[in-house]
């Protein structure tokens, strides 16, 4: 069975720091991209940062300059540092990879973590 895993949610201070990791584990040939999405209540979820090679890295304009993304791909992980946090990053944030899977059948599938929940508060 393929799937996503996340851990780093927490409770935070405004102006701290947290450090997202996802793995994916599974039948896993190869996968393209990684990337964070998240949702706070009462919004739609959105794409925080996405990553297709360790150059080509996107972000959404509200978090450029203080979340980095980064992957490691022999361990099929990617990471969302996220520094100087406010309020508004509160949300459930959730991992999402395109990959190539050989079980049950050899495709290409759209995969979600369970999602971490990150709170700003003081």
């Known amino acids: 069975q393929v799937q996503l895993v996340e851990s780093g949610g927490r409770l935070v201070q405004p102006g701290g720091s947290l450090r997202l990791s996802c793995v994916a584990s599974?039948?896993?040939?190869?996968?393209?991209?990684m990337g964070w999405y998240r949702q706070a209540p009462g919004k739609q979820r959105e794409l925080v940062a996405s990553?297709?090679?360790?150059?080509?890295?996107n972000y959404t304009d509200s978090v450029k300059g203080r979340f980095t993304i980064s992957r490691d791909n022999t361990k099929n992980a990617v990471y969302l540092q996220m520094n100087s946090l406010k309020p508004e990053d509160t949300a459930v944030y959730y991992c999402n990879a395109y990959a190539f899977t050989l079980y049950p059948k050899s495709e290409w599938l759209e995969l979600w973590g369970q999602g971490t929940l990150v709170t700003v508060s003081s």
């Open positions: 990553s297709t090679t360790a150059s080509n890295t």
């Open positions: 599974g039948s896993i040939l190869n996968i393209n991209r």
